[in-house]
């Protein structure tokens, strides 16, 4: 149960990285640019390796 709730922690906040980030790097390549550049996917790519990353360092911790 600890794992499907990590993996859910990750999901989520990757996510939630992921729009973060993107919008980071679509705010500097309009700012150094003046074109919006950025990431296809990237909050998808990050939630995913968030879920991956998120139990195996919750079990890495609890050992």
Do not use: E, Q, W
């Not at 149960?1 to 705010?27: D, H, N, P, W």
């Not at 700012?31 to 990431?39: E, L, Q, S, V, Y």
Request: hydrophobic share 55%; net charge positive; aromatic share 12%.
């Amino acid at each position: 149960m600890r794992t499907f709730i990590a993996i859910i922690v990750g999901l989520i906040g990757g996510f939630v990285l992921g729009i973060a980030l993107s919008s980071l790097i679509g705010i500097l390549g309009v700012t150094i640019f003046n074109t919006p550049i950025g990431i296809k996917f990237l909050p998808y790519y990050t939630a995913i390796i968030c879920a991956i990353l998120v139990p195996f360092l919750d079990h890495k911790k609890t050992n």
